[in-house]
């Protein structure tokens, strides 16, 4: 009988998706759990369940103790001495995986820890390594693997085709003179909100002659709007929200596509948590999601005038930043801003692991993700 003993931490996928290599796939996982990851280690038992394998709980008496580690880990290979056991040490604290090394590789048995930056597993004895895992956990099942369920997600495919002809004359219309028409899309917020201005401040933002014909011919192309009295007036919720910033949401989707190795990609993507209550979810909602190997991207992107916004970037990209949480260590996040951002918002980014691509630089969205996630 093949085993698997790991030990549990708050980085919940990295003893789930080694269990997906058929070099490693085991008929029983044992999950040492100590007090002080109990939640963690509580779910992690019922979602390798969850996946069909054979799974036991085994309480570590005490974590602070290599004596008592030792002990114990002695017991297990005593009550499995005749099984292959093969340890993953990428959990646990410090402690416990020292302990588990000395006590389970004494013995012959192989031991491995999965790499952060690159998601390998290496084995420790040869130092030889596996990734055929790398692409059998899917999105929502790393969620899941966080207690997150995804409520409601978009494939680009599922995007309808004046959406996408929208995106494809607004991005042509920016790289044709970024500076310039910049500001176009700024009077586009304004008038597809759903906080609409007054209309003595909405008759305040005027579109020029050039803009209006681009406006007319954005409307023919695309049947997402009329123009009544130089303002746009839409039938449709969903067509409205789109051109007031969804649209961008695209266009990362689309630049994220073309970078090696990405799949679920998904966009405007809404999860909720389960909390202590089990009536009860706390719901966010991201613009981009995606994962890459076995790494979770998160992306939000946002067409506002830092400059004349209320709220602030760096506001924005704190909130990225708590999101980045969800997925634990191999989660990378991304803040696309159409407009340039303040300094105090690049240097609030930076502190907090969020990648920047802003002004001018989303003309070339497509290598600058390649360029940070390559």
């Not at 005749?82 to 302990?99: D, F, H, P, Q, R």
């Not at 059998?136 to 978009?154: D, G, I, S, T, W």
């Not at 011919?217 to 303002?231: A, G, I, P, R, S």
């Amino acid at each position: 009988m093949k085993i698997v003993f790991c030990m549990a931490s708050k980085q919940i996928a990295a003893n789930l998706q080694p269990l997906q290599s058929a070099i490693i796939r085991p008929d029983l996982v044992l999950v040492g759990t100590t007090e002080s990851f109990r939640q963690e280690g509580n779910h992690l038992f019922q979602e390798i369940k969850s996946t069909g394998l054979l799974a036991k709980q085994i309480d570590i008496l005490d974590e602070t103790s290599i004596k008592q580690l030792s002990q114990q880990f002695e017991k297990i290979v005593e009550e499995y001495f005749e099984s292959e056991i093969i340890v993953n040490l990428t959990g646990g604290t410090k402690l416990m995986a020292l302990a588990a090394f000395q006590i389970f590789a004494g013995y012959g048995y192989r031991c491995f820890y999965q790499e952060y930056s690159t998601g390998e597993i290496i084995w420790l004895d040869d130092e030889t390594r596996i990734s055929d895992h790398q692409q059998n956990m899917k999105l929502e099942r790393y969620l899941k693997a966080y207690q997150f369920n995804v409520e409601k997600k978009q494939r680009l495919s599922e995007v309808p085709d004046n959406y996408l002809e929208y995106v494809a004359l607004i991005t042509d219309y920016l790289n044709k003179n970024y500076e310039k028409n910049i500001s176009f899309i700024s009077k586009l917020n304004a008038h597809a909100s759903e906080k609409k201005l007054a209309k003595e401040d909405l008759a305040k933002i005027k579109f020029d002659y050039e803009e209006e014909a681009f406006l007319e011919h954005l409307m023919k192309e695309t049947q997402m709007f009329k123009l009544k009295n130089h303002t746009l007036v839409f039938d449709h919720v969903d067509d409205q929200r789109f051109v007031a910033g969804a649209w961008f949401e695209v266009v990362a989707a689309q630049a994220l596509k073309n970078v090696d190795k990405i799949r679920d990609l998904y966009l405007s993507v809404e999860i909720a948590k389960s909390t202590q209550r089990s009536t009860a979810k706390t719901y966010q909602e991201l613009d981009v999601m995606a994962m890459l190997l076995q790494k979770l991207i998160l992306i939000e992107c946002k067409t506002v005038n830092w400059e004349n916004k209320k709220t602030s970037a760096s506001d924005a990209i704190y909130k990225l930043s708590a999101l980045g949480q969800i997925g634990g260590l191999n989660t990378l996040a991304c803040f696309i801003s159409l407009y340039d951002l303040p300094a105090s918002a690049k240097t609030r980014a930076a502190e907090n692991n969020v990648h920047v691509i802003c002004g001018k630089n989303i003309l070339q969205m497509t290598q600058q993700l390649k360029k940070w996630l390559n």
